[in-house]
């Protein structure tokens, strides 16, 4: 992780650049409010953790900057301000996250990394399974029990979706919204049959089903259970 450090008390820069090295992180230095704006505009940092009372520009308006401009990269105040207007100040002005001095290390670590883990994009899915059923967004193919099943792409689309809920209850408003792309209900029997022509792809020939039908309620694909001939019962909770 790359660390950006903004802070104008050199002993205490050296002793964080230092630490945060040890735990196998790459940290760089400003010592002032205008060398540290500079860097934060160049940007290419995971963290910035910033001291608020700095020579040359305040911490805060370096963050009010950051924020103005688009650059969502979080950012660790770090300040012997610690009074809960100065805390809600930092907080306002883009900071994720306040913590006062003196800090123990291990605390400081444990928030930069959580800052770092908030801010990663969250990795796409690209393959899907449910018991032996196999589908990979990224070859455009499926499989059950290591046996190649052709899919026509609205077939595609209505298994990756019924997948991406898989035990979920899927309505036919969302499978028209979700796979169809309407936004009102054409009145037709069209997801009926793909369901039923999917449904003979991907469970014929197989011990037991995964797709099924709920009854008043729409298509549920699970894991393969007791053979009820592809259809549960929906019992509403409730008093």
Do not use: C
Not at 89 to 100: E, F, P, Q, S, V
């Amino acid at each position: 992780m790359r660390i950006l450090v903004i802070e104008d008390d050199g002993e205490a820069a050296a002793y964080l650049i230092k630490a945060l090295d040890e735990v196998g992180h790459v940290a760089e230095h400003a010592a002032d409010g205008e060398a540290g704006a500079f860097m934060a505009e160049e940007g290419g940092f995971d963290v910035l953790i910033v001291d608020r009372m700095l020579p040359k520009r305040d911490g805060l308006s370096i963050i009010e900057d950051m924020r103005r401009r688009g650059d969502h990269t979080p950012v660790l105040v770090l300040s012997a301000l610690g009074q809960v207007d100065d805390r809600v100040r930092g907080l306002k002005a883009g900071g994720d996250d306040y913590l006062t001095k003196p800090y123990a290390f291990t605390e400081l670590l444990a928030r930069v990394e959580a800052l770092a883990r908030r801010n990663r994009p969250a990795e796409v899915e690209t393959t899907y399974r449910v018991g032996d059923l196999v589908l990979d967004r990224l070859s455009h193919s499926v499989t059950r029990a290591d046996t190649d099943i052709p899919l026509q792409p609205r077939e595609f689309r209505l298994l990756e979706y019924l997948m991406r809920n898989a035990g979920q209850v899927v309505t036919r408003t969302m499978l028209l919204e979700n796979v169809w792309d309407y936004h009102f209900d054409p009145q037709t029997n069209v997801i009926d049959v793909h369901v039923s022509r999917l449904r003979g792809k991907i469970d014929k020939g197989f011990d037991r089903p995964l797709l099924h039908t709920v009854r008043g309620a729409g298509y549920m694909i699970r894991e393969a259970g007791p053979d009820r001939g592809g259809e549960v019962a929906w019992v509403r909770s409730g008093g």
